[in-house]
């Protein structure tokens, strides 16, 4: 079940993060695609499929975080064996966007990294959506570097990506 209706504000819903499964792919694609369907604009297919939504449940973690009437959003995270956390697709139902998910999201898939010892994670933003690159930056982000879109096909406007790098700090550092 999808929302359709932006929470009251100073509602205390019941939350809970957990892990995907295989099983939830079903769930994932239309979810993620909602949730990045203002970001069309750019591309002539949509965001993911059940194909590739699968490929990363084996290659790592998608975070998810539900109430009692659906998924509210998630965060994709992979260890890599650098000691690096990458960390992609973070996605919001769009009635929940703004209210603190997101960054709740990026706190879980930071603290999944620091569990696994990862020192560094490492996010890919499109170029093309400055205001996602100073929200990241806001959360310790920095810049990089740049690097081309994965899959120019099916580019209607020309991007790429801007990667950027947080340091972690074991959670007695953190603020």
Same mark, same amino acid.
């Given at each position: 079940?999808?929302?359709?209706?932006?929470? $009251?504000?100073?509602? %205390?819903?019941?939350?809970?993060?957990?892990?995907?499964?295989? *099983?939830?792919?079903?769930?994932?694609?239309?979810?993620?695609?909602?949730?990045?369907?203002?970001?069309?604009?750019?591309? =002539?297919?949509?965001?993911?499929?059940?194909? #590739?939504? $699968?490929?990363?449940? #084996?290659?790592?973690?998608?975070?998810?975080? *539900?109430?009692?009437?659906?998924?509210?959003?998630?965060?994709?995270? *992979?260890?890599?064996?650098?000691?690096?956390?990458?960390?992609?697709?973070?996605?919001?139902?769009?009635?929940?966007?703004?209210?603190?998910?997101?960054?709740?999201?990026?706190? $879980?898939?930071?603290?999944?990294? =620091?569990?696994? %010892?990862?020192?560094?994670?490492?996010?890919?933003?499109? %170029?093309?959506?400055?205001?996602?690159?100073?929200?990241?930056?806001?959360?310790?982000?920095?810049?990089?570097?740049?690097?081309?879109?994965?899959?120019?096909?099916?580019?209607?406007?020309?991007?790429?990506?801007?990667?950027?790098?947080?340091?972690? =700090?074991?959670?007695? #550092?953190?603020?």
């Amino acid at each position: 079940m999808s929302h359709t209706s932006t929470p $009251a504000l100073g509602s %205390d819903l019941a939350t809970q993060l957990r892990t995907a499964t295989p *099983e939830d792919t079903g769930r994932l694609v239309p979810f993620i695609n909602r949730a990045f369907a203002r970001d069309n604009y750019f591309k =002539r297919t949509e965001r993911t499929n059940a194909e #590739q939504v $699968a490929e990363y449940l #084996q290659k790592g973690t998608f975070l998810l975080k *539900e109430d009692g009437d659906g998924l509210l959003g998630l965060i994709y995270i *992979e260890l890599r064996d650098n000691g690096h956390g990458y960390i992609g697709m973070v996605a919001v139902d769009p009635g929940w966007q703004s209210m603190g998910t997101g960054r709740e999201l990026m706190k $879980a898939g930071e603290q999944l990294c =620091r569990d696994h %010892d990862c020192r560094l994670i490492e996010i890919s933003v499109i %170029d093309l959506r400055p205001e996602l690159l100073a929200w990241y930056q806001r959360q310790g982000y920095k810049i990089v570097g740049e690097a081309p879109y994965i899959r120019p096909e099916v580019l209607i406007l020309p991007c790429h990506f801007i990667l950027m790098e947080k340091e972690l =700090r074991s959670t007695n #550092q953190e603020r």
